[in-house]
């Protein structure tokens, strides 16, 4: 099967996740004859990164000053 059984009907917003949220789309679900079987169903976007933000090195060095040390991290 082949073809796009979804439109999407709003391109912004956020779903709650377990440390961040997630942008999120918003999609009405069509079954292969072009039936609509859900409307505005929100949908996490995988973007591949969950994490914190990614710095350079030199901007890293500067906010490692106020970094604790590895053994007051929380386990």
Do not use: Q
């Not at 949220?21 to 976007?45: F, H, M, R």
Request: hydrophobic share 35%; proline share 7%; charged share 25%.
């Amino acid at each position: 099967m082949v073809g796009r059984i979804y439109r999407a009907s709003e391109c912004t917003g956020y779903l709650a996740a377990k440390r961040h949220p997630v942008p999120s789309l918003t999609i009405t679900l069509y079954n292969i004859t072009g039936d609509k079987v859900a409307e505005d169903v929100k949908i996490p976007v995988d973007t591949g990164y969950e994490g914190p933000i990614m710095l350079t090195s030199e901007l890293y060095r500067f906010f490692m000053k106020a970094e604790l040390p590895r053994s007051l991290w929380r386990s």
